[in-house]
């Protein structure tokens, strides 16, 4: 960025646990200027203001008045509202996972977005993880993916069940892996703590063969990140937690033929690559200034945005006909 172009100016919309998160990620981008922050809850507003020295507005519409840039941390139910209300005061946005709840409501807000000249990036932290980006440099048509997300049930997530809030990390993945149509979703679920769907398991078919399974949990004590991945030649397993990847390819075979016996040997070099762990969220806004100043381009078209959106908003449905039917 030119040394003597004028700071962006930034704002954080929401300052609970991953909003404060935001404004940390922000305060240390050199080229952005933090300037508020807003927050129906005095009390989160009051303590991020003291401690970053920034303006506190109890409403966002005094902020978007204030800034170049912002981030929507508040309950989904919000975004749509919020996001808009930004938007049209011509401010460049990350709104955290999910935009919507509403396929066409989340439309409405990239087209705004293209009318108006504006970034408008989904907050899909796990884009920005070392490991989930090395994901792209080894797997090839993938043709099996398994991937386990559960943990503890978290009081504080209880508004959005676990495919808006834990799945649709992996369905964006896996989407950005396959680059291919989805033509058949199966669905089981239950609710166990709340109202919402607590324990989602999903089978997904793919227009090019490839057949992924999703679980995602809130009702399991362990903590688990998972991913694996069959590929022709090569099997790739990730650990989120441990940021580690183990890679097992196929790199030899050989028949042998004795008189009495038909031998087949399979040579498999396995792998382990540690990533270099940086702050997923810090590179995810980074992206976003780079993008408004023109220093890069959007790294997942707006059509794969939605994409994810689209079948995570499926599946819901999937599994909503399942309980009443």
Same mark, same amino acid.
């Given at each position: 960025?030119?040394? &003597?172009?004028?700071?962006? =100016?930034?704002?954080?919309?929401?300052?609970?646990?991953?909003?404060?998160?935001?404004?940390?990620?922000?305060?240390?981008?050199?080229?952005?200027?933090?300037?508020?922050?807003?927050?129906?809850?005095?009390?989160?507003?009051?303590?991020?203001?003291?401690?970053?020295?920034?303006?506190?507005?109890?409403?966002?519409?005094?902020?978007?008045?204030?800034?170049?840039?912002?981030?929507? #941390?508040?309950?989904?139910?919000?975004?749509?509202?919020?996001?808009?209300?930004?938007?049209?005061?011509?401010?460049?946005?990350?709104?955290?996972?999910?935009?919507?709840? &509403?396929?066409?409501?989340?439309?409405?807000?990239?087209?705004?977005?293209?009318? =108006?000249?504006? !970034?408008?990036?989904?907050?899909?932290?796990?884009?920005?993880?070392?490991?989930?980006?090395?994901?792209?440099?080894? #797997? !090839?048509?993938?043709?099996?993916?398994?991937?386990?997300?559960?943990?503890?049930?978290?009081?504080?997530?209880?508004?959005?069940?676990? #495919?808006?809030?834990?799945?649709?990390?992996?369905?964006?993945?896996?989407?950005?892996?396959?680059?291919?149509?989805?033509?058949?979703? &199966?669905?089981?679920?239950?609710?166990?703590? /709340?109202?919402?769907?607590?324990?989602?398991?999903?089978?997904?078919?793919?227009?090019?063969?490839?057949?992924?399974?999703?679980?995602?949990?809130?009702?399991?004590?362990?903590?688990?990140?998972?991913?694996?991945?069959?590929?022709?030649?090569?099997?790739?397993?990730?650990?989120?937690?441990?940021?580690?990847?183990?890679?097992?390819?196929?790199?030899? /075979?050989?028949?042998?033929?004795?008189?009495?016996?038909?031998?087949?040997?399979?040579?498999?070099?396995?792998?382990?690559?540690?990533?270099? =762990?940086?702050?997923?969220?810090?590179?995810?806004?980074?992206?976003?200034?780079?993008?408004? &100043?023109?220093?890069?381009?959007?790294?997942?078209?707006?059509?794969? !945005?939605?994409?994810?959106?689209?079948?995570?908003?499926?599946?819901?449905?999937?599994?909503?006909?399942?309980?009443?039917?």
């Amino acid at each position: 960025m030119d040394q &003597n172009k004028e700071r962006l =100016r930034v704002g954080v919309i929401g300052v609970g646990r991953m909003g404060q998160f935001h404004v940390n990620a922000y305060a240390e981008l050199p080229d952005v200027e933090l300037v508020g922050i807003a927050d129906t809850n005095p009390e989160h507003g009051r303590v991020m203001q003291e401690k970053f020295r920034v303006e506190y507005f109890r409403d966002y519409r005094e902020l978007i008045k204030r800034v170049d840039v912002a981030s929507v #941390v508040v309950p989904t139910k919000l975004h749509h509202q919020v996001a808009r209300d930004a938007l049209m005061e011509g401010v460049h946005l990350l709104v955290e996972k999910p935009i919507s709840d &509403n396929y066409e409501k989340a439309n409405e807000l990239f087209d705004i977005a293209e009318k =108006r000249g504006l !970034e408008l990036h989904i907050g899909h932290v796990e884009r920005f993880n070392g490991a989930v980006q090395e994901l792209h440099k080894l #797997v !090839e048509e993938p043709i099996l993916i398994q991937c386990a997300r559960m943990g503890p049930f978290d009081p504080r997530t209880a508004e959005d069940g676990v #495919v808006l809030d834990l799945m649709i990390h992996d369905i964006d993945i896996v989407c950005n892996l396959v680059h291919s149509d989805v033509e058949n979703i &199966n669905v089981i679920g239950r609710s166990v703590f /709340s109202d919402k769907e607590d324990v989602v398991s999903v089978q997904i078919t793919f227009v090019s063969g490839c057949m992924a399974t999703l679980t995602a949990s809130r009702a399991t004590q362990n903590k688990m990140r998972t991913m694996s991945i069959t590929c022709m030649n090569k099997y790739v397993y990730l650990d989120f937690a441990a940021q580690e990847i183990q890679v097992h390819t196929l790199a030899k /075979s050989e028949h042998k033929l004795k008189r009495q016996e038909l031998r087949y040997s399979e040579m498999e070099r396995r792998e382990r690559i540690f990533v270099h =762990r940086e702050n997923p969220l810090k590179l995810e806004l980074r992206h976003l200034i780079d993008c408004i &100043n023109n220093v890069e381009k959007r790294r997942v078209s707006i059509k794969d !945005e939605l994409k994810s959106l689209g079948v995570a908003l499926e599946i819901l449905e999937s599994y909503k006909n399942t309980v009443t039917a």
